[in-house]
């Protein structure tokens, strides 16, 4: 059973950035970006998730893994909620809110 709920853990975690990967553009160009804000944008979470990697194992072995799985699904929970509630600024920092969460999480599950 337990196995079954970390399954459908990630399978949601994932699923949600999937789904923000085509979101994003759409709903950025709607909101007046040009190319080059949009891809700055998505690239803050590629660039993040490739920046804090190489501390998420140091940093996960430190503290325990529960502990530190907790506080990423807060922070990516967090960073769900700022593309509910701001502009394209907002997009940005919760993009990179997300790309910290990630490096944890693949770091983790790997």
Do not use: C
């Not at 325990?64 to 967090?78: D, E, Q, T």
Request: hydrophobic share 55%; glycine share 10%; net charge positive.
């Amino acid at each position: 059973m337990a196995f079954l709920r970390l399954y459908l853990l990630v399978l949601f975690y994932f699923s949600a950035n999937a789904i923000l990967n085509v979101i994003i553009p759409l709903q950025g160009e709607a909101l007046g970006a040009n190319n080059t804000t949009i891809g700055l944008i998505m690239g803050a979470y590629l660039f993040t998730t490739m920046f804090f990697r190489p501390w998420a194992g140091h940093i996960i072995q430190k503290h325990g893994p529960i502990k530190v799985l907790r506080f990423i699904l807060i922070l990516n929970g967090f960073a769900l909620i700022l593309y509910t509630i701001t502009g394209l600024g907002g997009y940005l920092v919760a993009r990179m809110l997300q790309g910290v969460s990630t490096a944890f999480f693949q770091w983790h599950y790997r």
